[in-house]
């Protein structure tokens, strides 16, 4: 990703994480070096260097902001980490270390990826314990030119086709048992989804989506 370093991106993320609460807030050197548990010194040399790559303004004596290039790509480093906790905590039913597993892992894909998992996560808005996931630089046009949406998107009255069921063993079998599974025909009307008539429910763990048919 721009050809940095992990511990350079590690930096733009805490940056912009701190920018995310307070967006009009400087980040003081001395608060960074306490976040990241390094020396204010360290911190000076990483700002210094990050902005001389345009990705943070520097403040002599006080500390930095993001630069909109920073804040994009602080926006798509969280954003990765988010949608891995999301596949790895809902898809793949890890419940320990998920976070400290995905923010290994977040420096390791790149926008192609990025946008796979989340296209096929269904461009989630949070995660299962309430994350917001950045919308910064988001892309979702191949998403949108596929006709396939999560089945949140789905307008009432409208029919849709199953094709991606993502969820835990125990969730995918519940949602098969009621005749969801890929190719199903569902319709949205203002209670939800429902199948041949009947309503449907699931946990906000399961992640569907489907391509609108009509």
Known sequence: MDNLTEFEEMYIKTIFEVHDD????IVRTS??????????ASVTEMIQRLAQRDFVTYIPYKGC????????????????Q???????????????????ISCRMEHT???????????????????????????IGRNMDSFSENLIVA??????GEKCEVVVLLANPSE???LESVGIVPGAILEKDENGPMIDGSSLQWKNTVRLLVRIIN
Do not use: C, Y
């Open 172 to 174: 995918m079998a519940a």
């Open 22 to 25: 307070s967006p009009q807030t």
């Open 65 to 80: 902001r993001l630069t909109p290039n920073g804040f994009q790509l602080g926006a798509s480093i969280k954003r990765r």
């Open 151 to 156: 089945i949140d998107d789905v307008g009432i």
């Open 82 to 100: 988010l949608l891995l906790e999301i596949f790895l905590s809902d898809i793949l039913g890890i419940k320990e270390g998920v976070t400290e």
């Open 109 to 135: 894909i790149d926008s192609v990826v990025e946008s796979a998992l989340d296209r096929t996560l269904g461009f989630p808005s949070q995660t299962s314990d309430g994350k917001r996931i950045p919308v």
């Open 31 to 40: 608060q960074l070096a306490e976040l990241m548990s390094i020396s204010s």
